[in-house]
């Protein structure tokens, strides 16, 4: 198969009982991983991928219950989802790879960078992994922000139709997208969709990321770090209230880690490797490279 065609496979974990789908494209080039955000998949990095596979071996990889990787009832905290990360990393023979994690996919990264010092050659937090949500209040407020919306049953057209109007996609909408969109979903033989991750498994992550205390996490990496952090002027209290959150874990990184590169992308949405896919390639090129 040629290096530029991307190919999709499956890892089975050993010990773990647990198979991670994965797609990889690219050539010879160091390894960079690429892990996906909460309710997200690997195909998030659709538009990006093709634009480091140049310069790395890109493998994306879909996390437990993620994509079409396997969907087991437990086993959602940091600890086993970063060994699963560790058991992917070494069933197929990677050797110190960059590792670039996209919101939840960044909490896992910083996780398993802290865990495994000797582990990740450099680390690229997009949009994650920095802020600690248990300094800005209770679980029991943020359970309800955090808890996704009931959309089980709706009818494929339907949701497609509230996807491509809303505003942060409209003006980028296409077949490619409509794709990695649906592809966090099954498709019922009725025409509905269902979440591939439950709300029952995505609480108990959203509850795994509230506890995590990332500043400990950053003070403790040894190998090169990147944080890129998505910024919009705020249109809404709740949009406003997260911009505060990422105002502060910035000024925590730079506190803990101050020899970490920060960028900045302004008027940029959260799930940037969909709205600006090549600046983002382009950022982490320069550093993983």
Request: proline residues 7%; hydrophobic residues 40%.
């Amino acid at each position: 198969m040629p290096a530029d065609v991307p190919r999709d496979d499956y890892a089975v974990l050993p010990g773990r009982g647990l198979r991670l789908h994965s797609r990889a494209g690219g050539g010879a080039g160091p390894r960079l991983v690429l892990l996906h955000g909460l309710s997200s998949s690997k195909r998030i990095w659709d538009l990006t991928a093709p634009r480091l596979v140049d310069r790395f071996r890109v493998i994306a990889l879909d996390q437990r219950s993620h994509g079409r990787s396997d969907q087991p009832d437990d086993g959602y905290g940091f600890g086993d989802v970063t060994a699963d990360l560790a058991a992917f990393i070494e069933t197929l023979g990677i050797d110190s790879p960059a590792i670039a994690g996209h919101s939840w996919g960044a909490n896992v990264a910083l996780a398993y960078a802290a865990a495994n010092p000797d582990a990740a050659r450099s680390l690229v937090l997009v949009d994650g992994g920095v802020i600690d949500l248990s300094q800005h209040g209770t679980w029991a407020e943020a359970e309800p922000r955090m808890r996704p919306p009931e959309i089980d049953g709706t009818p494929v057209e339907t949701f497609v139709g509230f996807m491509r109007r809303w505003p942060q996609l409209r003006d980028i909408w296409s077949d490619q997208l409509r794709d990695m969109v649906l592809a966090n979903f099954d498709i019922r033989e009725d025409g509905t969709i269902a979440r591939r991750l439950t709300i029952e498994n995505h609480m108990k992550i959203a509850h795994a990321i509230f506890d995590q205390r990332p500043a400990a996490l950053l003070a403790s990496l040894a190998c090169p770090l990147m944080v890129i952090s998505c910024q919009q002027k705020p249109t809404n209290d709740e949009a406003r209230r997260w911009q505060k959150f990422r105002e502060d874990g910035l000024e925590t990184l730079r506190r803990v880690a101050p020899e970490a590169r920060v960028v900045v992308m302004q008027d940029t949405i959260h799930d940037v490797p969909v709205q600006r896919p090549e600046e983002l390639a382009q950022q982490i090129s320069d550093f993983a490279g």
